[in-house]
């Protein structure tokens, strides 16, 4: 169904983006799990609009409030959360929106986004204002999810984290795929503009300001980390890790493409250049001493770094005049779109890819459970 | 689970490399819907080995026998299957193993294969004589089920085909994005070599007896196109086009990436040249004068072409010495992968991503039957 | 999932006895379905406590509020809600709790509530106030997904209703299994105190009453009919019309028996005495002569009308003081149970009976879409 | 999906009565989980036909073939199945298949059959030779899937027992509810006829006799229980241990009801006598001091023993003739049915019982490894 993802964990996302309120549930997640509210808290902030030029100026606070699940405990430290085991839900109340914005368009699809779609597809009535359900804004409960899953796959040694890969033609650095740590993984997340190379990030910035000033828009793409996986983690032929992490990738608005390891790169590779042979370190462990595969073979972890990539569409809505039809008219006419928009996304995007594959390797991890029993 | 695909439609495979036979049910498949033996062997014919110097010589004539869930009518041009409705059986007797070929890597994991993660996930009894269930042998029982639901689609005027886009460095013309008609979409599967320019298709077999001589591998890619879609099929945010047909793309071995529309082209892209706009045909249809998306917004189809890409990585088994380990005796060692392998599994793939599309559009399709009830 | 159920529809439902809002989302429903507010508040005020002296005289109003998933028409009759395609989603706001009658109880598991296995198994800080989400309360979102449903059935010719069949030893007469309309499946439903035959009504009512003055409870039992279904809706042998009924009437607390037909009657039958034979009738319909097997052969409607009943045990809740132990001391204890509560919950039960076939039903006919295609 | 049931686990069982092979796959089963050849045979062999005069004389060994998922060890005792992880797989080949004596059957459904609804459903094509899918014959793959189940569990504790509780008006004695031990639920198993009390057996085979000379059948019901499970498995309200037990129980052919602890008994109990008190046992354990709710409340174990029997309608196939209909010809005939008929099908049902139970609970357990993580 289409606002659930999961096979052991049931992550069930509900809400518009102009409701009084946005929430998920979570059910099969284990209790005992301890999520501080301040990483939280801090974790939402990185989606959240409002956090410099390069993003929309709407304030949401994004602050989620949960109505089970989850018990609260007081720290010197402050408030944790403490899953229970029970299943999980927590709502953020929506504040600031300006519907008048959007009433203009209900009669006109906006290029690139899902109205049209949405409108053929359920009808007059349905709720789009803000985007409705397909809301970037729908990201912040996957967020809430995200930060539990992260603070339950810490616990079992398994870190995630990403950076923006590319804005535009401006490139970041890639992550060291033979030698990562969980320190490398969470450097990009801690900077306001998440990269590894500052420079690039300097010159994304940009980019990104290059486009706000002209009213338009720019892509960009992210790149993922996950180490500490067990080898074997996943399966074959349906249930592969690049299938279930790329099933909740797309749930992303804007994501277009989603590669692993080389990607795209291995068309142009041979088997001698591109495979990943084994060998066996000073200590002892098994390693690949080339990761092209970006740590999946056969739907599986190697063991090595899980690498992956995703390419985002530049946000369609733009300030510049459009065509498009009105559908009462059954006429071409011309849009142009008011209200404040991101003029890239990908800043914005990254807790939320790390909040993506957080739901998706622990589900893939509870499910693993029956192995070795 | 990893054996089974579907929502509404349950598609299940069995079976390994070299066990007495391989196989898939198929549950929830509407009934009434004819097969003619002939399209359907054709069919499986363009995924077999043995086809031409660019592909393995073993010999696997993959025909399916049917146990349940169809009937058989003769009929003038030739025996029809029909579905009856109730949970289709077919199996494909396994003949020309063999196994001795294989029986010296039982110790030491061939590079980019499944054979270490396998090991490490199941244990030593795990059977891999020819890659067992990861071999891509099963694949054919995919396109089995393929070949059902591109004769349901076709039935409900939804057309789905594909063509090699690369092989290496060389590149085929791409599909036609705003005018493409299923006569277009077929055209490559007509060919030995299904590619749009007969001229890019000698270069790319070029490149393939390259990488064959000197007993190397190349990798490459395959566009498919689908046309036909009612506008609005797919869902968000879990259960988009996008995400339902990677989930499913990634089960192809060798898959590495997806994309659709634009894919990572995106990233370099600007909103106001990488929009689609709207606009009305003098008769009237509402279409996007540009189609940079692929035909899917908010994980629904816009009713344009659906256009997508996968990458597949170069064959994995090579004839050149590659490192790895005994896993006996705990250290590295050099492996020699004897036995006949494709230099490029590209070609053999083609008919493999249509009936991979096809089961995830026929599901898709199934599912939103509850939608203008 | 504990708190979904479907397998085209999802029905998710949330909350907890004494939590701000209980709920329920609805996927999958399909669009355009209209169902008069006043429909759903008489349905929903059968299910209400406070109705007469059999039940509890708490107060809960249990007004659905509807976020998402409906439009609103105001006709000449009063409000309409109309499902839009989208996920439906309603929270019913709690009000007049009472959590200090309820405090006490925290160490000491009351007898055949799920206090004790909830606590063993969530640990101590599982919120069961009311109850929590054991609560017979949250049977009130099931009511509003089953007024949609009963409204959707409907419009395809089915019918649902249901009586109380049993209380203690005062037994209501049956309904007919060879000619059963609608209007007789309904006629219970509009009567204060849901039975076909008012005198037995009567003699259930003092029943209850005794069980109330001794501060006791006693048990019964719900018949249940549908009429409509078309032959051969169902399956075999896990989605059978019997197991999909009985997983979600086993979701209704203190259900504890389900039976189709005749039941635990089929005990001392023979097949000479207890086979449906065919016939034809004048009219040239084929219909069973008998319906021993309750409308259900093979998991599958025979399209005669479908009888169950379902055994519910006393409310648990009761005055005397009972036999427990404290948890925290580890030794026994004698527990007297406060508040106010139903001698029998059995009346206020049919409403949810109804709910829960409507919502398998609907279930079952949205999978079944895929036949005769 | 009708053939297949779990959520952590997936048993999928296909084939017909008459075709060549019948089956089972399971994946999700825990690897390293070992099962005696023997110990497989002797279960399938309580199953089996042909045992006694109270059974059918058809002769169908119901040999299993393992083609996956196992490996074979050789011990001092025999050979020994392993689970190996990985997807199983076993099929039996079919044998001493009479299609002749079904044939005339083609056009006149059997009363209390599923050939009516299953030929409205699926139309003429439909192969009911034998029952088709419909068949009690499928119950020897389930066979093979509860016996691995069932050493799973003794592996963690659990026991799991039935017994044939009663043939028309003969019943046997009941288990104890609060003292149940794995020697007394395997006690009846033992015996070639499973009950617990010798003399009522001797009864019961009269009954049974006296229905098989009258070319009749006669009905019976099973008890079942099971120890040794954690208190708190299973959920509420969805995914209860009653939903989840009722739901695979249905599957089996003939069960018309489940009753759980006191089930219909219930009806015309008082909380004062019907409830299940707490106490300490001398040596420190939470028991409850009366077991009426058969080991559930709230859909969770409580820890004592947990106790269900399911009624089964008498075999429809009897040699009286009946009354039903010719559907080409659209009118009343009379049915004779020939071929060899279990006279009561109950004695044959015990272990199916057991093997349904065990898979339920096996799925059951590993679900729930998400607790306490």
Redesign the interface.
Known sequence: ?????GN?L?L?????SH???IGM?L??????VRLPEAELLAFMARRAPGQGPWATSRKEPDIPVF??GV?EEMTEDGKVY?S????M?AVILNQNQRSGDYASLADV?R????D???R????D???LRGGG??SGR?TAPLCIAGAFCLAYLRSHGIAIGAHIL????VKDASFDRLDLSAEKLHAPGLLPFSVLDPEAGEAMRGEIEC?RM?A??????VECGIIGLP??????????M???L????????A??????????D???????T???????TPD?R?V??AN???GI???????MPLIFSC????????G?A????S?SA???TTLIIKGRHDPCIVPRAVPVVEAAAAVAVTDML??E?????
């Open positions: 169904m289409a606002n659930s993802y052991h049931t069930h996302i509900f809400g518009g409701d009084a309120e549930t059910e099969g997640f284990p209790k005992g109505t089970a018990t403490v229970d085991g029970t299943p839900r699809p290029p690139s986004h899902a049209y779609a949405a053929m597809k359920f009808g009535t349905v709720d359900k397909y729908l590319a804005v535009g033609a486009a002209a338009d828009s720019v892509g960009g793409s080898v074997g983690l996943g399966d074959h032929p349906f249930d592969g690049e299938g279930r790329s099933s909740i990738l797309f749930s992303i608005p994501v277009k493409a989603v590669a692993f390891g080389d990607g795209f291995f068309v142009t590779g041979y088997g001698s591109h495979n990943d042979p084994y060998g066996i002892g098994i690949t001493t092209h595969c970006g073979v056969g739907g599986m972890a190697t063991g390419a985002f569409k530049p946000t369609p809505s733009i510049a459009q065509g498009s039809v559908l059954g006429e071409n509870l499910d459970r029956i192995y070795g029993d």
